[in-house]
T-cell receptor, first 112, second 109 residues
């Protein structure tokens, strides 16, 4: 079956712009989580969505937001981009809130 | 704040050698997971350990959870080039994982 699909895979933005990243979970998976991966900070939890509701949020500023749609697809948005937002953004889905996470290949964001 | 420190950060070995990666914390975790991430891909779950003192084997990989559930180790026997990758421990429950600092392993033929 198809895995977690993230789009776009690569993107370049400039400081001050905003970006929206998309994640399509594995069919039947209802929970979607987002993580940021950087060389300096490693993998850090951003947020978790289940049944269109944000259930957990990591320690990131309000510029980072997300949502989940009724078909479990999720988007995350970063506004007023900063150089430090350059990272690989990973989406993971699970069948429910206690199940194994399956990660997508990520969206690599470069902020110039 | 729960933190997971991994050591070593980098490991470069020859095919056939054995190695151990450590994951340590000052906090108690209800469970720990180990992931492997290859370039251009997301992390893939290798194993979950939930009981203090638990040992799990996955072919040439042996995972151990410390008795106090604050640390874990991953031992690879007779490493192969296909084992190359970034190894990450993680804890805190699948809803909000705390990832370790990572160990980058390179196995040369």
């Amino acid at each position: 079956k198809a895995g977690v699909t993230q789009t776009p895979r690569y993107l370049i933005k400039t400081r001050g712009q905003q970006v929206t990243l998309s994640c399509s979970p594995i069919s039947g998976h209802r929970s979607v989580s987002w993580y940021q991966q950087t060389p300096g900070q490693g993998l850090q939890f951003l947020f978790e969505y289940f049944s269109e509701t944000q259930r957990n949020k990591g320690n990131f500023p309000g510029r980072f937001s997300g949502r989940q749609f009724s078909n479990s697809r999720s988007e995350m948005n970063v506004s007023t981009l900063e150089l430090g937002d350059s990272a690989l953004y990973l989406c993971a889905s699970s069948i429910d809130r206690s199940g194994e996470l399956f990660f997508g290949e990520g969206s690599r964001l470069t902020v110039l | 704040t729960q933190l997971l420190e991994q050591s070593p950060q980098f490991l470069s070995i020859q095919e056939g050698e054995n190695l151990t990666v450590y994951c340590n914390s000052s906090s108690v975790f209800s469970s720990l997971q180990w992931y492997r991430q290859e370039p251009g891909e997301g992390p893939v779950l290798l194993v979950t350990v939930v009981t203090g003192g638990e040992v799990k084997k996955l072919k040439r990989l042996t995972f151990q959870f410390g008795d106090a559930r604050k640390d874990s180790s991953l031992h690879i026997t007779a490493a192969q080039p296909g084992d190359t990758g970034l190894y990450l421990c993680a804890g805190g429950g699948f809803q909000k994982l705390v990832f370790g600092t990572g160990t980058r392993l390179l196995v040369s033929p």
